[in-house]
Nanobody
Framework: QVQLVESGGGLVQPGGSLRLSCAVS????????MGWYRQAPGKERELVAT???????NSADSVKGRFSISIDNAKNTWYLQMNSLKPEDTAVYYC????????????????WGQGTQVTVSL
């Protein structure tokens, strides 16, 4: 079993900052990619940012220059630092990971956190 646990969401004013964390635990052999996605009311889930175990990052154009993703491999934890937040960033944020377990080292599984609400409002 693999579990992803998120933390760090909340209410923030426009222009403010938040940092989300996602910790993964379980019978892990390796993690290929870690990422963050978000889903606003009435919209589809969209990619925010991803990072590979080699440190290569990718992010949505809407967050470039404002959000950054990082990892702490020793803790199996990754972070989303969100700066200059806008009301349109309001959404439920989900962490995601492609994980190879000790039982299945050859095919990564797609795992999701439970989601954390981020609300940007006055």
């Amino acid at each position: 079993q693999v579990q992803l646990v998120e933390s760090g969401g909340g209410l923030v004013q426009p222009g403010g900052s938040l940092r989300l964390s996602c910790a993964v635990s379980g019978s892990i052999f390796s993690i290929d990619t870690m990422g963050w996605y978000r889903q606003a009311p009435g919209k589809e889930r969209e990619l925010v940012a991803t990072i590979t175990n080699g440190g290569r990052t990718n992010s949505a154009d809407s967050v470039k220059g404002r959000f950054s993703i990082s990892i702490d491999n020793a803790k199996n934890t990754w972070y989303l630092q969100m700066n200059s937040l806008k009301p349109e960033d309001t959404a439920v944020y989900y962490c995601n990971a492609l994980v190879r377990t000790r039982r299945n080292k050859y095919t990564p599984g797609d795992y999701w956190g439970q989601g954390t609400q981020v609300t940007v409002s006055l």
